[in-house]
């Protein structure tokens, strides 16, 4: 089992390398040995230039069992690295992964359903994004750091999400609520940074807050690059624009409407309280005539309820039977 993609890099004693120009294969080892893997011919070939690196595991010191874990290369190392690295071929047992558009190509194929407008794709230096709206509820984000899949995000991707509101703000000329403008948000964004420090062994919280250890804020840095990029693209793309005001709106209306149905559900939590006089005046009862009989013991208080409750049942022609707390509470509701 290998894996092997086509651009040059450093190559340890477990890698092989073969860069191919103007049509000609030239293998090569990491030793700087020129030999050509069995089964592989050299000479003329139809493969784009570049130089083809592929790991193999030295025996010498792993053991002879040792095997790839299949789904954690696929998925963290060609999958993503394809998308980060556009024009790099990736190839793991006979499949190729291979990204032209970057970010873009990771949205296109994460979302389950077509997204409400076309993805919004920007591009700088050190910096990539790339997002749109669905229809799945909350957001979804995938951040990554020098390559480094960031799973529980950092300061890049909250310094991105308050860049997108505030842009959108400045652009739309309304305060619309931050919850609003990224319900239903599916982004990704990478960045490049000197010295990062993470906050965990395994880097999968981004915690720098500066770009390097000289330079500007992560927070700066991103939202700069937010507020132009996204400006600039929505003015050259207003059925976009108008699409993307027109989700906000959308989940506008949802958060009100929900907001007054929860208001309406809390009303009527409080009117189906149990508001019997026999009740109150037992309460009443208890705190004030006979709080001097018998003081604060809830003993006494007892009593006077199950007196009550005795009573109540008289009343309803059943004087020996008390009914369970929650069929009593049914009953008392509608007593007069």
Known sequence: ???????????????????????????????GERKSPKGRKDGATEESNGTRTAFHADPDIFPAATQFRPEYIEKKMCRYYSYLNKGLALHFNGRRYFSKNGLLDLLAEAMSEEPLYPIIHLEGHD????FTHGGQYGEEHYSFVNGQHTTQGGTHQAAFREAIVKTLRDFFKKNYEAGDIRSSLVAAISIKVKEPVFESQTKTKLGSNTISPEGET?????????????????????ETAKALEAKIKDSERDRKELSGIQKLARENARKAKIHNKNLRDCRVHYNSKHSRAGGNNPLHYGRHLRLRLHHYGARRGNPGRFLPAGQAAELLRHEP
């Open 1 to 31: 089992m290998e894996w092997a993609s086509r651009r040059s890099t450093p190559c340890p004693t477990s890698l092989k390398s073969r860069p191919t120009a103007t049509g000609k294969r030239v293998p090569t080892s990491s030793a």
């Open 127 to 130: 910096i990539e994004v790339a």
């Open 218 to 238: 992560i927070r700066t840095f991103v939202g700069n690059f937010i507020a132009r990029e996204l400006d600039n693209y929505l003015h050259k793309n207003p």
